[in-house]
């Protein structure tokens, strides 16, 4: 039973401000708890604090909002160019959460990577970029698994990408169009100088280390920039115990989206 719902909006967006509002005033009607909730201010929800989260803006919203929420249902609404993990839009937004609040809904459990760098560690939904700090500059790198070098060469970077992240900026990098209920971990390098690499899939329980040769690089986590990293110090990503749990009332139809929105 939902009694307690967080709603997070991006913060830069007027309109998904006001769309938050007026979701909560809905559910405030059905004698639901709410909290709101700005993204950039956000802290970490579990199921103390809510049993449904609702986002409203795009996948860059969802995504970033997903690193705080620890196993509580997310209903994305959309609002912004793209909304490949959102359920719905602020027109039929009272509808779904409807069904949702009667038991007619589903859960879409995706998979999430940690990200290792020395002593720090983060979460990441969609890819982990490796890059160098500066634009253009190639960078010497080796990607392993479990220990054993699959390439060493230059590169313009590196993106270590999940079944969810494949559909977005691995796809644009070359990468393969990868059905989310496939839980692997994907690595395509950026301009490699190696004409006939190809992007690498792996299994999901793969230990993955990525090194930077006689350069230092940038580590981006799902678009935002976390740290620097050092030569010859490993970024170490595997399978997180953390996933993110989307709550859906219709089949995610993954290809039409994809032939919507993107290339088929």
Same mark, same amino acid.
């Given at each position: ?7 997070? $909006?991006? $913060? ?20 639901? $708890? ?14 103390? $604090? ?215």
């Amino acid at each position: 039973m939902i009694s307690k719902v967080a709603i997070v $909006h991006k $913060h830069t967006s007027k309109e998904a401000e006001e769309i938050s509002k007026e979701i909560g005033e809905y559910l405030k009607l059905k004698n639901i $708890h709410i909290e709101y909730k700005e993204l950039n201010k956000l802290d970490a929800i579990d199921e103390s $604090h809510a049993d449904l989260v609702i986002v409203i803006g795009g996948d860059g919203t969802i995504v970033r909002a997903s690193h705080k929420i620890n196993d509580v249902p997310i209903l994305g609404i959309k609002v912004g160019t793209l909304g490949f993990l959102c359920e719905t839009t602020p027109q039929n937004a009272k509808s779904v959460i409807s069904k949702i609040l009667s038991g007619e809904y589903y859960f879409d459990v995706r998979s999430m990577l940690d990200v290792r760098y020395m002593d720090k560690s983060y979460y990441a939904l969609n890819e982990a970029l490796i890059t160098s700090p500066i634009p253009s500059k190639i960078i010497h790198l080796s990607l392993l698994k479990d220990g054993i070098i699959l390439h060493k060469g230059r590169a313009d970077g590196i993106i270590i990408s999940t079944s969810t992240g494949a559909s977005a900026y691995a796809l644009s990098a070359g990468g393969a169009i990868v059905d989310p209920w496939v839980d692997i971990i994907e690595a395509i390098f950026i301009c490699p100088l190696s004409m006939n690499l190809r992007p690498f899939i792996l299994p999901l329980s793969s230990k993955i280390e990525i090194i930077l040769h006689n350069s230092n690089g940038m580590l981006i986590i799902d678009g935002d920039e976390v740290c620097m990293v050092i030569s010859e110090k490993p970024v170490i990503i595997e399978k997180s115990k953390k996933q993110v749990k989307f709550i859906r009332i219709e089949p995610y139809k993954f290809y039409e989206r994809i032939k919507d929105k993107m290339i088929l």
